[in-house]
């Protein structure tokens, strides 16, 4: 298996909702990240997770809280998010930590906040 | 933190013709730079990457060249087919570690028949 899988494909919620995103890969790959995308913007790191471990914060907002079960699976929880929070949610793996890793990208999950 | 800039951001050239879309960085302990294309609602797809040891890499009609020197880095594309009209992501990292991306701000790249 050579793809990272993302649940589900889009996600309505409102302000006062609690959900989650989920990211998934097989190819034994110990680093997987979270990226946020705007529309007509690039991909923004909000966390890295490296041997189930979070190495890396962007100073994201404490409404996203990741977690990383085992090696193969990352979790974002969302809670009281705001309209701005809109966005394309894309998750990556790579063979990691070494020097320097491809990163392969989920198809994302479309998040709209009302 | 590490920033990339990004060159030119709408690019339409003729098909067939070739395109040249270049980036810069500013810190100099990057040393992996990939290059992603993305179509309209899809997943970036990694289609070239370099490491700071090696100053060109070709890949069939696609080439990226590195100037570690100067901090910049540029995608080539020859021959260019309508299916090649996409947005275009440079971006740069340090590597080592489960590093984070830095991307560029992307270049539509529009194919004109």
């Known amino acids: 298996d050579t793809e990272v899988t993302q649940t589900p494909k889009h996600l309505v919620m409102g302000m006062t909702n609690k959900k989650s995103l989920k990211c998934e890969q097989h190819m034994g790959h110990r680093a997987m990240y979270w990226y946020k995308q705007k529309a007509k913007k690039p991909p923004e790191l909000m966390f890295v997770y490296s041997y189930e471990k979070l190495s890396i914060n962007e100073s994201v907002p404490s409404r996203f809280s990741p977690e990383c079960p085992n090696s193969s699976l990352l979790n974002l929880h969302l809670h009281a998010l705001q309209p701005e929070d809109s966005a394309l949610y894309l998750c990556a793996s790579s063979q990691g930590p070494s020097s320097p890793e491809t990163q392969y990208f989920g198809p994302g999950t479309r998040l709209t906040v009302l | 933190g590490e920033n990339v800039e990004q060159h030119p951001s709408t690019l339409s050239v003729q098909e067939g013709d070739s395109a040249v879309i270049k980036c810069t960085y500013s810190?100099?302990?990057?040393?992996?730079f990939p290059w992603y294309k993305q179509e309209l609602g899809k997943r970036p797809q990694l289609i070239i990457d370099?490491?700071?040891?090696?100053g060109e890499k070709k890949d069939q009609r696609i080439a990226v060249t590195l100037n570690k020197t100067a901090k910049h880095f540029s995608l080539h594309i020859t021959e260019t087919q309508p299916e090649d009209s996409a947005v275009y992501f440079c971006a740069a990292s340090r590597g080592g570690g489960a590093d984070g991306l830095t991307f560029g701000k992307g270049t539509h790249l529009i194919i004109q028949p």
């Open positions: 810190d100099s302990a990057s040393n992996y």
């Open positions: 370099i490491r700071s040891n090696v």
